[in-house]
């Protein structure tokens, strides 16, 4: 029986652990600051070398240059992370693939990205006997979107496309939860709402108002869901769709 672990550590505590956050974009940059804050040794893995290694010097982490949509590349990054620090504790993949083409590719290639990653990562975890693997998703994934909020916006609604691959990515956690269950490695989805992001004002008064203190998410919103689920805190918790959204889906 593990011992209880309330009172006596700090249960956001990273330090020693080996984190790994794929994407140093708006949300994948402050993933890697929260966690490097909390203590855990951090890899930044993107296609951007010359923003994902001024990140890396930034926190003290390791820059390795990935294509998350490349099968071969994921594989090789999870043993360059292997090979240097020896272990892996968690993974996470911020990156959302700017990818043109029709349905099935955009849905396949996003998809795609998300399942290489917790792959090659879960085998390594499998291996160790333990780690905790993130997905992120949307809310957009359970829930249709507010059509109406981006009327007279510049900003346009996601294609059916996005919620298609969002969707499948809760499908994909569950199973993947489940098959890594008897091996020690939990697997999660955060799904946070919208993240403000230079929108223009007219979408952002429109949605800010179906969420807590009439705003959009900030980034630092979401880096701490993430600090959780690769913590102890949530040593429990797996299979699970972590809503991050100020409540706009209520």
């Known amino acids: 029986m593990k011992k209880d672990i309330v009172g006596t550590q700090n249960a956001f505590d990273l330090t020693g652990r080996v984190c790994v956050v794929v994407g140093d974009g708006l949300i994948g940059g402050e993933f890697a600051r929260r966690c490097a804050f909390h203590g855990a040794t951090v890899v930044v893995a993107d296609l951007d070398n010359k923003k994902g290694e001024a990140l890396a010097a930034e926190i003290g982490a390791t820059f390795i240059a990935c294509d998350a949509t490349n099968e071969a590349e994921v594989k090789k990054l999870a043993a360059q992370v292997q090979e240097k620090f020896g272990r892996v504790d968690g993974v996470v993949n911020a990156t ?7 349905f099935a590719q955009q849905v396949g290639t996003h998809t795609g990205a998300q399942f290489f ?3 090659q990562f879960g085998e390594l975890m499998a291996k160790q006997g333990h780690g905790s693997i993130v997905l992120v998703g949307s ?10 909020l981006y009327t007279g916006s510049a900003v346009k609604a996601p294609p059916a496309a996005y919620a298609a691959a969002k969707g499948g ?5 569950r199973y993947l939860a489940k098959y890594y269950r008897p091996r020690g490695v939990r ?3 955060l799904s946070p709402g919208g993240v403000e992001d230079a ?7 429109k949605y800010s108002v179906h969420a807590l203190d009439n705003r959009m998410a900030e980034p630092g919103d979401l880096s701490p869901a993430l600090v959780y689920l ?7 918790v797996t299979g699970q769709d972590i809503v991050t959204d100020g409540g706009w889906t209520l």
Request: proline share 5%; no cysteine; hydrophobic share 40%.
């Open 96 to 102: 959302y693939p700017k990818i043109t083409g029709d």
């Open 117 to 119: 990653v917790a792959e």
């Open 139 to 148: 809310i957009y994934g359970s829930h249709a979107p507010r059509f109406e």
């Open 169 to 173: 990515l809760i499908a994909l956690t």
């Open 187 to 189: 697997v999660n989805l």
């Open 199 to 205: 929108q223009d004002d007219v979408f952002q008064k």
């Open 230 to 236: 690769f913590a102890d805190a949530s040593r429990y």
